[in-house]
Nanobody, 117 residues
Framework: QVLLVETGGGLVQPGGSLRLSCAAS????????MNWYRQAPGNQRELVAG???????NYADSVKGRFTISRDNAKNTVYLQMNSLKPEDTAVYYC???????????WGQGTQVIVAS
């Protein structure tokens, strides 16, 4: 059973920072690419950031320079450090992994991030 559990969401003022964590179980964590997605009400779920098993990263243009994805394989955890937060970053953030070539996806339950004055 693959289980992904996100923590760290909350309410923050514009310009503030938040660090999300996703703890994974049921996989050999170090072998899997990990991703962060987000979904705002009425919007599609979008890829925010990804990190490969080798540590290479990619980011949505909207968060480049502000967000940093990282992983700690010893803790089976992937992080999303979010700085300079904007109201448009408000969304439910989801941790994701899978085996794309097999068409499998695993999702966490999501954690709410609200950026507001």
């Amino acid at each position: 059973q693959v289980l992904l559990v996100e923590t760290g969401g909350g309410l923050v003022q514009p310009g503030g920072s938040l660090r999300l964590s996703c703890a994974a179980s049921g996989i050999i964590f170090s072998l899997f690419a990990m991703n962060w997605y987000r979904q705002a009400p009425g919007n599609q779920r979008e890829l925010v950031a990804g990190i490969s098993s080798g540590g290479s990263t990619n980011y949505a243009d909207s968060v480049k320079g502000r967000f940093t994805i990282s992983r700690d394989n010893a803790k089976n955890t992937v992080y999303l450090q979010m700085n300079s937060l904007k109201p448009e970053d408000t969304a439910v953030y989801y941790c994701n992994t899978g085996v794309p070539r097999l068409g499998t996806n695993y999702w966490g339950q999501g954690t709410q991030v609200i950026v507001a004055s």
